[in-house]
């Protein structure tokens, strides 16, 4: 892809699953990366094998539901590289929302709420406004993030973190409009299910099975599968894409 060489990119929860495969990504692309978690040994073992890969990676730990720790995730990009030149936003709070399942809004866990939309939604704020004026002061630069198909599904239970990730779509909308006149570029992805390590944790056979059967696609998405658009919505590539929610979901829904 066109631009990724030489980059620094952060990618903000890149200890498994998408955000581990983004960095991979990235790296093999030329992009120099800042991989940062609160899983520690995950984090460490992304950067591992990206720097086994002969790619280029540091890690940080950090914490997505602590303001403080953010800013200092973003400083450390700008001491280990000299700056900033994308963001890939890809945590969230997948435990609290797998305790949700089976609850509706009479069912409302009002601290499950807050821990949600703390993490999925003012964390990647948060992420976002830590990173921007770097990303001006390099004369712009791209803002990927994840969102979800649980945004557009309209599920019986699953409240919060549907309700958080269609905030995340208003918020890629918010930032390329505000900041697109300093070569911002801001979108995010929507992925139906993807087989990370959580994922393939809930599903068992029989509900992995009828999750392909929905699909005119023969299987599940992988996290590589994420990785490329987030990528590809990085690189120069995608240079006139801004402000958008791109769905990757085997054809388990049509958007236009």
């Not at 068992?204 to 696609?217: G, I, N, S």
């Amino acid at each position: 892809m066109r631009g990724l060489n030489g980059k620094r990119i952060i990618v903000a929860s890149g200890a498994t699953g998408i955000g581990a495969a983004t960095a991979e990504r990235l790296a093999q692309e030329g992009a120099q990366v800042l991989v940062g978690d609160i899983n520690e040994a995950g984090l460490q073992s992304t950067v591992s094998r990206i720097r086994a890969s002969g790619g280029k990676a540091e890690a940080f730990r950090f914490d997505l539901a602590d303001a403080s720790s953010i800013a200092a995730l973003v400083q450390d990009c700008i001491d280990r590289f000299g700056g900033v030149d994308g963001l890939a936003n890809i945590g969230a709070d997948i435990e609290t929302a797998r305790g949700e399942l089976g609850q509706d809004l009479l069912g409302m866990d009002i601290a499950a709420w807050e821990r949600t939309m703390r993490v999925n939604v003012i964390g990647h704020a948060l992420t976002i406004r830590a990173a921007l004026p770097h990303l001006i002061r390099a004369g712009g630069g791209a803002i990927v993030g994840v969102s979800s198909a649980a945004a557009h599904g309209g599920f019986a239970d699953g409240a919060a973190y549907a309700c958080s990730k269609a905030a995340l779509n208003a918020l890629a909308r918010h930032v390329a409009k505000r900041w697109g006149k300093d070569n911002i570029r801001c979108n995010y992805i929507a992925p139906g299910w993807i087989l990370s390590e959580s994922a393939r944790r809930y599903l068992d056979q029989e509900k992995h099975d009828a999750a392909v059967a929905a699909l005119p696609l023969t299987r599940l998405g992988e996290p590589a599968d994420t990785a490329a658009l987030l990528a590809f919505l990085l690189s120069e590539d995608a240079a006139w894409i801004t402000g958008q929610v791109v769905s990757i979901n085997g054809g388990a829904a049509f958007r236009d």
